[in-house]
């Protein structure tokens, strides 16, 4: 049975969800509310951009959510990496670029108990999963459909979304979060562009964060600084 009106409304409907997908009007008024949301934190513009990919009915797959094949080997091979890379970058990459052995920024958390909870609660909820839902799983989309599926546009995607994800990092951390944030943006957009998901890098990033608040925590910053490079 047909209602009067079905066939129009489901048009209608199909032409606005082809609309957000688009960059009329329409499509670049969600960008703009998208990155608005931004602003006011990953939380925010990951539920718009959840929001958005339902109303434009964009698969969750374009966004990075396809099925595992393990979900232990991403949660350990994820967690593995994310810890190897802060220790890499704490006692190489950030010594190389003249970065301070000690992160000024987070340095209240040291030996803070009561602070713990609402950081790792952070780390977790707005780094590990907002911050990939916009940063790699949206940016990947938008940046996809404006310059093709070509390997130029790809890596210029990669270094795009790198630089957004360096310049958010300057406010609370100065240049040495733009440094590492740009490290950790290219390697989350080359592991993303790799594997075509977005579990990976969310546990990886996670860990990443978690470890970098484990150091700060026990005092270790200035340890594994110095451990290779004095």
Same mark, same amino acid.
């Given at each position: 049975m047909?209602?009067?009106?079905?066939?129009?409304?489901?048009?209608?409907?199909?032409?606005?969800?082809?609309?957000?997908?688009?960059?009329?009007?329409?499509? &670049?008024?969600?960008?703009?509310?998208? @990155?608005? #949301?931004a =602003? +006011?934190?990953? $939380?925010? *513009?990951?539920?718009?951009?959840?929001?958005?990919?339902?109303?434009?009915?964009?698969?969750?797959?374009?966004?990075?959510?396809?099925?595992?094949?393990?979900?232990?080997?991403?949660l350990?091979?994820?967690?593995?990496?994310?810890?190897?890379?802060?220790?890499?970058?704490?006692?190489?990459?950030?010594?190389?670029?003249g970065?301070p052995?000690?992160?000024?920024?987070?340095?209240? &958390?040291?030996?803070?108990?009561?602070? @713990?909870? #609402?950081? =790792? +609660?952070?780390? $977790?909820? *707005?780094?590990?999963?907002?911050?990939?839902?916009?940063f790699?799983?949206?940016?990947?989309?938008?940046?996809?459909?404006?310059?093709?599926?070509?390997?130029?546009?790809?890596?210029?995607?990669?270094?795009?979304?790198?630089?957004?994800?360096?310049?958010v990092?300057?406010?609370?951390?100065?240049?040495?979060?733009?440094?590492?944030?740009?490290?950790?943006?290219?390697?989350?957009?080359?592991?993303?562009?790799?594997?075509?998901?977005?579990?990976? =890098?969310?546990?990886?990033?996670?860990?990443?964060?978690?470890?970098?608040?484990?150091?700060?925590?026990?005092?270790?910053?200035?340890?594994?600084?110095?451990?290779?490079?004095?």
């Amino acid at each position: 049975m047909t209602f009067p009106g079905a066939d129009a409304a489901h048009v209608q409907t199909s032409d606005t969800a082809r609309r957000l997908r688009g960059f009329g009007p329409l499509g &670049l008024l969600a960008i703009l509310v998208i @990155l608005a #949301g931004a =602003v +006011a934190g990953p $939380v925010v *513009s990951s539920i718009l951009v959840l929001v958005w990919a339902r109303l434009s009915h964009t698969p969750a797959r374009t966004l990075g959510f396809t099925a595992l094949s393990s979900w232990t080997a991403t949660l350990v091979g994820g967690a593995a990496f994310g810890i190897l890379l802060k220790l890499g970058l704490k006692a190489i990459v950030m010594p190389l670029l003249g970065a301070p052995a000690i992160n000024m920024s987070y340095h209240y &958390l040291s030996g803070n108990t009561a602070a @713990l909870p #609402g950081t =790792v +609660a952070t780390v $977790v909820i *707005s780094a590990g999963i907002g911050e990939e839902v916009f940063f790699r799983g949206y940016l990947f989309e938008r940046f996809g459909a404006l310059l093709g599926p070509g390997k130029a546009a790809l890596a210029a995607t990669i270094l795009m979304s790198a630089a957004l994800f360096a310049m958010v990092h300057y406010q609370d951390q100065g240049l040495p979060g733009v440094q590492q944030a740009a490290v950790t943006g290219l390697v989350f957009g080359g592991i993303y562009a790799w594997r075509k998901q977005i579990w990976v =890098v969310m546990v990886a990033h996670a860990a990443f964060d978690l470890t970098a608040v484990a150091l700060i925590y026990w005092s270790w910053e200035a340890a594994v600084a110095h451990l290779l490079l004095r």
